[in-house]
């Protein structure tokens, strides 16, 4: 058997987490990551068999179950993961429709995965029937697009093409735009329901006042996406202010996507 802590997964686990950290976007505990792994990538690492304990999750989900993920502890700080990944994340094979997890690594000091984990499954379900590709939901806190969730319009219309308008390269990373819900309490069911349901349009889900989901195929495609995400949502807090004498009109935007061979989300340009 080989070192888990050798993994591929797990190596960028460690890394992207630190990075996460050093950017501002996971202050204390906050933000969580889950990753969906692969059960023959696993088992070169873990005795799929060895069950440590079993972890209710509260909430259903038979599309999941057997697949396994890579998650972050709750109440756990990313900027610790580094120095202890087996306290700090763990190793879940989802059974019982959903309704139950068998932990197979990690959670060392007794604990367990993220309070947003309802938000995190509901999301994968969502992503994979439409990506099957899909790997990783993200959540953090950056401060700039925390920030504009109290200036503009929620309107997610209107959010999107806002950001659109900060950066040339929005439109080209994020064509399906920017779903918003307003201020909800975080770590429950029913928080999870509505961003899963927000992910079938979007790989972003903006949490207002709170943070921002992000879906992709592996951590990196996340990551970027939260990151150009949040650029648009600097330079917007950097103008908000200001007059805007100069912006990126929807016949540039309609010249990015013929250049890039994007498609902005439909109904989005004018
Ligand atoms: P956890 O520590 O439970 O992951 O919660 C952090 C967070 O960001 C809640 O939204
Ligand atoms: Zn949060």
Redesign the pocket.
């Known amino acids: 058997m080989k070192d888990i802590l050798t993994a591929p997964f797990m190596v960028e686990m460690i890394r992207i987490t630190a990075n996460m950290y050093d950017h501002g976007w996971d202050e204390r505990n ?2 969580n990551i889950s990753l969906l792994l692969e059960e023959e990538e696993l088992a070169e690492y873990l005795d799929l068999s060895a069950l440590i304990r079993t972890i209710p999750t509260g909430f259903r989900a038979p599309e999941l179950c057997g697949k396994y993920f890579l998650v972050t502890g709750t109440g756990k700080y990313f900027k610790n993961v580094q120095y202890a990944p087996d306290v700090n994340l763990g190793i879940v094979r989802i059974t019982d429709e959903g309704e139950s997890t068998e932990l197979l690594w990690g959670f060392s000091d007794g604990g367990k995965f993220t309070s ?1 984990f309802p938000a995190h499954m509901m999301s994968h379900v969502a992503r994979l029937s439409i990506d099957p590709e899909n790997r990783v939901v993200m ?1 953090c ?1 950056p401060s700039n697009i925390l920030a504009m969730t109290f200036v503009p319009t929620l309107d997610e219309r209107e959010f999107t093409r806002t950001l659109w308008q900060m950066c040339t390269e929005c439109l080209v990373v994020f064509p399906d735009g920017v779903n918003v819900l307003p201020w909800m309490l ?1 770590g429950t069911n029913e928080i999870g329901v509505v961003t899963a349901e927000k992910m079938k349009t979007a790989r972003i889900v903006v949490w207002a006042q ?2 921002i989901y992000g879906a992709g195929k592996d951590l990196d495609e996340a990551f970027g996406l939260i990151e150009t995400v949040e650029k648009g949502a600097e330079i917007y807090m950097k103008i908000a202010h200001l007059p805007r004498i100069n912006t990126i009109t929807d016949e540039m935007m309609h010249e990015i996507e013929g250049g890039f061979k994007v498609k902005a989300r439909e109904g989005y340009l004018d």
């Open positions: 906050g933000g947003e959540h806190h975080c709170h943070g």
